[in-house]
């Protein structure tokens, strides 16, 4: 993701020679984090019994360092950080994964968008907002490439040490085991 910021800073620089009517400078870079399998580990194996089953979500692993560098992230003026993830219906699944971001991240509620399980994440948030309410860029840090084909900004996948056995995936991508710099 550092790297990711340097290309940002590079664009902007590129971006300011061009005519103003062709920026959105008041916008900035947009990054979504999954949260499942991203900034927290999955339950590999779990059967959709255990998770539906109370309390699983909520009590979740962290991928500390995917939550250091989204947390770092956060602190940056020229970043917008967002979690994006599905839910499945009911308050429950909402409540449970807001506690568990209370707990590992620094993640304040507006940026937290929940999207119906089993829509797609650029649709929905482009229904939401308005065309001048949207960045130049927008880039997607999610474990599963089905999310990450449909993104139509910038994907990055993150190898959480259980998916990427089937090599679908060929863009982008960063490894839980980096550290938050090298992120």
Same mark, same amino acid.
């Given at each position: 993701?550092? =790297?990711?910021?340097?290309?940002?800073? !590079?664009?902007?620089?590129?971006?300011?020679?061009?005519?103003?009517?062709?920026?959105? *400078?008041?916008? /900035?870079?947009?990054?979504?984090?999954?949260?499942?399998?991203?900034?927290?580990?999955?339950?590999?194996?779990?059967?959709?019994?255990?998770?539906?089953? $109370?309390?699983?979500?909520?009590? +979740?692993?962290?991928?500390?360092?995917?939550?250091?560098?989204? *947390?770092? +992230?956060?602190?940056?003026?020229?970043?917008?950080?967002?979690?994006?993830?599905?839910?499945? $219906?009911?308050?429950?699944?909402? %409540?449970?994964?807001?506690?568990?971001?209370?707990?590992?991240?620094?993640? @304040?509620?507006?940026?937290?968008?929940?999207? /119906? %399980?089993?829509?797609?994440?650029?649709?929905?948030?482009?229904?939401?907002? !308005?065309?001048?309410?949207? /960045?130049?860029?927008?880039?997607?840090?999610?474990?599963? @490439?089905? *999310?990450? !084909?449909?993104?139509?900004?910038? /994907?990055?996948? =993150?190898? *959480?040490?259980?998916?990427?056995?089937?090599?679908?995936?060929?863009?982008? !991508?960063?490894?839980?085991?980096? @550290?938050?710099?090298?992120?």
């Amino acid at each position: 993701l550092i =790297l990711l910021i340097f290309s940002y800073d !590079s664009f902007t620089e590129q971006n300011e020679k061009e005519d103003e009517t062709m920026k959105r *400078n008041d916008v /900035p870079v947009h990054i979504y984090f999954d949260m499942d399998g991203t900034l927290a580990e999955w339950g590999v194996g779990k059967t959709m019994e255990q998770v539906m089953a $109370p309390g699983y979500f909520a009590e +979740l692993q962290e991928q500390k360092n995917v939550c250091d560098c989204m *947390n770092y +992230l956060i602190e940056r003026s020229d970043v917008k950080v967002f979690i994006l993830s599905c839910v499945f $219906p009911g308050k429950r699944y909402r %409540d449970e994964k807001m506690e568990w971001l209370y707990k590992h991240t620094s993640i @304040s509620k507006e940026q937290v968008i929940f999207v /119906p %399980d089993g829509e797609d994440k650029w649709e929905y948030i482009h229904a939401q907002r !308005s065309a001048e309410e949207m /960045p130049e860029k927008e880039v997607l840090i999610d474990d599963y @490439s089905k *999310n990450l !084909s449909e993104w139509k900004g910038i /994907p990055i996948k =993150l190898y *959480n040490g259980v998916n990427g056995t089937k090599g679908t995936w060929n863009g982008r !991508s960063i490894h839980h085991k980096m @550290s938050a710099k090298e992120m």
